[in-house]
Antibody, heavy 128, light 112 residues
Framework: EVQLVESGGGLVKPGGSLRLSCAAS????????INWVRQAPGKGLEWVSS????????YYADSVKGRFTISRDNAKNSLYLQMNSLRAEDTAVYYC?????????????????????WGQGTLVTVSS | QSVLTQPPSVSGAPGQRVTISCTGS?????????VHWYQQLPGTAPKLLIY???NRPSGVPDRFSGSKSGTSASLAITGLQAEDEADYYC????????????FGGGTKLTVL
């Protein structure tokens, strides 16, 4: 079974740091780009960061750029998110999600980027 | 404010058909980037519902269908069932943004 399991969430004070982990199983982790997506309480989904299969390409949302660092260890089938200088507005459930990049339809194939599967999420609360 | 605009809520009676719109612009949906849809049941993680505008993953009932035209996309649900009550999100790519992955604000579907 293809599975992603997040861990590392918790309560942290503003300005503090936290490191999230995402453990993958059931697929060849090193073949796929992986993402972090967050959801503030009662709000919608917000993409946070992406990392390519070999870590060559890394992207961040403007809201976390310079404060968060995404990384991966393909030997351990694991994804990480180092979060520094945390703010109250970073309070959210953080999901890791695998990018799935190519499909064929109507006789032609094309690259695309959808997220499947998702982990169950880990809650990060930033509060004094 | 999301780059992709969805109605905050829609509703329908069991057995009816509902549609959820996702409106973008020339830098995302209108630039021919694919739209994908997710269903999020209460208290759970999002689940892929439609990929590549109109393709259903295995296991997703054919009551769910997606389409795209111009700068908009739509998710249609026919034969509405109580278990369809959930939040629905569209997702695409935007060439004007860092990292480029964008989500709609989400639509709460209520089954009356």
């Amino acid at each position: 079974e293809v599975q992603l399991v997040e861990s590392g969430g918790g309560l942290v004070k503003p300005g503090g740091s936290l490191r999230l982990s995402c453990a993958a199983s059931g697929f060849t982790f090193s073949y796929y780009s992986i993402n972090w997506v967050r959801q503030a309480p009662g709000k919608g989904l917000e993409w946070v960061s992406s990392i390519s299969s070999s870590s060559s390409y890394i992207y961040y949302a403007d809201s976390v750029k310079g404060r968060f660092t995404i990384s991966r260890d393909n030997a351990k089938n694991s994804l990480y998110l180092q979060m520094n200088s945390l703010r109250a507005e970073d309070t959210a459930v953080y999901y890791c999600a695998r990018s799935s990049g190519r499909y064929c339809s109507g006789g032609s194939c094309r690259a695309s980027n959808w997220f499947d599967p998702w982990g169950q999420g880990t809650l990060v609360t930033v509060s004094s | 404010q999301s780059v992709l605009t969805q109605p905050p809520s829609v509703s329908g009676a069991p057995g009816q058909r509902v549609t959820i719109s996702c409106t973008g612009s020339s830098s995302n949906i209108g630039a021919a980037y694919d739209v994908h849809w997710y269903q999020q049941l209460p208290g759970t993680a999002p689940k892929l519902l439609i990929y590549g505008n109109s393709n259903r993953p295995s296991g997703v009932p054919d009551r769910f269908s997606g389409s795209k035209s111009g700068t908009s996309a739509s998710l249609a649900i026919t034969g509405l069932q109580a278990e369809d009550e959930a939040d629905y999100y569209c997702q695409s790519y935007d060439s004007s943004l860092s990292g480029s992955v964008v989500f709609g604000g989400g639509t709460k579907l209520t089954v009356l």
